[in-house]
């Protein structure tokens, strides 16, 4: 195998796109997928923040449904409604995403080499050894290779991770499109659950948590009990994966090494959605390992790191908080919030403030109005307000 500028090793939609932006540039960029297929099978709700058409190529084709906000249910089911005037996110599938994604790589010119499971990696030579022992070399290789990845254990202890399953289900009579449903539950904590409606007789019902995978299913029959429009539903097919947890304290580079995506733990603490923070980081990197080869410096690579942080710092480090607090609290304080909550009129600042990808306006914004200092333990509040000083 001829010898690359970039080796990135995973075929997942942060993976490709990083390999699509590096091939754009002119560099000749290998990826090297474990899998016979790309995107398969699915590990994701596919639900996406609007904003995913300013950071990446999202054609309607793949677009599903609109949706246009939540109900937030408690667990004893006081029910908070969020809603927009536009659509908020969108329901993708995921599978024909992640191929659309790697295939417009490969139309850049980067070249996909699929059922190629690396073994091992140089971190400071730049080889990559595939299984059948070839080796090949690259002036920078991208570990965009998952939650266990191999090569971020080559120079992190090894990744904690959260167990996820998710139902596809055929539900009758016909449902609401326009809102997910997403319900808190002390069991599950800081993981929650989900309903997602693909159409008026499809929904993606799922959940993540630290429980192990049976636990998670007989939590998920129960929720199908429990929402009144999936009393009559049926399952179609069932799914699992694992969700990483956010690790502010990961090495991201070493060497000629790069790591993307879940990977590199670029998730949200609060949901564990990482497509948005890898697309964006996948953009910066491509940014930085191009300045890196053209000048023959990869010093620079360790740039890579503090532009992350600079972008995303302040809000990861706001959601870490967030979701430390709702880990901390039980089903009664759970309760007693979110009636408070409903009291205040948060109902109104949700829709106004919240953002699927960007939570801390919204936390600086009840803070500010003091929303929060009624509804929580002071001890807490003032954990959340020591962020703006």
């Not at 539950?185 to 630290?210: C, K, N, T, Y």
């Not at 995978?213 to 007989?218: A, F, K, R, S, V």
């Not at 953009?283 to 992350?308: F, H, P, Q, V």
């Not at 936390?363 to 009624?374: A, T």
Request: aromatic share 8%; proline share 4%.
């Amino acid at each position: 195998m001829t010898d690359y500028d970039v080796v990135v090793v995973g075929a997942g939609p942060v993976g490709s796109t990083y390999a699509r932006h590096m091939a754009e540039k002119g560099f000749s960029v290998a990826i090297l997928e474990k899998k016979k297929n790309v995107g398969v099978p699915l590990q994701c709700a596919g639900l996406l923040g609007k904003k995913i058409k300013n950071i990446n190529k999202l054609p309607s084709e793949f677009i599903l449904n609109d949706i246009y906000g939540a109900y937030l249910h408690s667990p004893s089911d006081i029910v908070l409604k969020v809603a927009k005037k536009i659509p908020e996110a969108y329901v993708i599938d995921r599978v024909a995403y992640d191929e659309y994604l790697s295939e417009i790589a490969v139309e850049s010119g980067a070249h996909l080499f699929l059922n190629h499971r690396v073994e091992d990696v140089d971190v400071q030579k730049g080889e990559v050894y595939v299984k059948n022992q070839e080796k090949i070399s690259a002036e920078v290789v991208v570990g965009a290779d998952g939650y266990n990845s191999l090569i971020s254990r080559l120079f992190n202890p090894s990744s904690e991770a959260y167990g996820a399953a998710q139902y596809l289900v055929k539900t009758s009579p016909a449902i609401e499109t326009d809102y997910v449903h997403l319900t808190v539950d002390s069991r599950l904590s800081p993981g929650f659950l989900w309903s997602i409606p693909i159409s008026e007789s499809l929904v993606r019902v799922g959940l993540f948590s630290r429980l192990r995978y049976p636990e998670l299913n007989l939590h998920l029959q129960h929720y199908l009990k429990r929402l009144p429009e999936l009393k009559n539903s049926f399952i179609i097919k069932k799914y699992h994966g694992h969700i990483p947890v956010y690790d502010p304290k990961k090495k991201v580079n070493n060497g000629r090494t790069l790591l993307l995506g879940d990977a590199a733990s670029q998730v949200k603490p609060t949901t564990g959605g990482g497509l948005m923070l890898g697309f964006i980081c996948a953009k910066r990197a491509s940014e930085i390992t191009a300045k890196a080869i053209e000048t023959g410096n990869m010093d620079i690579l360790s740039d890579y790191t503090a532009s992350c942080h600079k972008k995303f710092g302040r809000e990861l480090k706001t959601q870490l908080m967030v979701q430390k607090i709702f880990q901390s609290l039980n089903d009664e304080d759970l309760d007693f919030m979110f009636e408070k909550l409903k009291e205040e009129g948060a109902e109104d600042l949700i829709s106004e403030y919240g953002d699927m990808d960007t939570q801390s306006p919204l936390v600086k914004e009840m803070l500010k109005r003091g929303v929060l200092f009624s509804v929580l333990p002071k001890m807490l509040s003032r954990r959340i307000s020591s962020l703006w000083k």
